[in-house]
Nanobody, 125 residues
């Protein structure tokens, strides 16, 4: 089993920054991709960013491209999401997820098996 725990969420003014962390424990393996997703009230969960096992390939949603950066530290079993220039529409619960297929990187939430409990990010005006 794999456990994922997100941290770093909070309340920030528009234009500000936050850095989310997701620590993995249990049957962790560094050859699996990790992703960040978010869900705003009344909306479906949407893809934010993904990173392959080595950190050499990253994908971003168009809405966050140029503002968010995903990274990972395999020695610490941790993935990060640096969020800059935050906007009101970035307000959501942010979830990290871990793939279970070796070597794959995907933006589809249905293909991720392991999920954290989420951390709230609220951007105020």
């Amino acid at each position: 089993q794999v456990q994922l725990v997100e941290s770093g969420g909070g309340l920030v003014q528009a234009g500000g920054s936050l850095k989310l962390s997701c620590a993995a424990s249990g049957r962790t393996g560094s050859t699996y991709s990790m992703g960040w997703f978010r869900q705003a009230p009344g909306k479906e969960r949407e893809f934010v960013a993904a990173i392959n096992w080595s950190g050499t390939t990253t994908y971003y949603a168009d809405s966050v491209k140029g503002r968010f950066t995903i990274s990972r530290d395999n020695a610490k079993n941790t993935v990060y999401l640096q969020m800059n220039s935050l906007k009101l529409e970035d307000t959501a619960i942010y979830y990290c997820a871990k793939d279970h297929i070796n070597g794959r990187i995907t933006v589809m939430p249905a293909l991720y098996v392991y999920w954290g409990q989420g951390t709230q990010v609220t951007v105020s005006s």
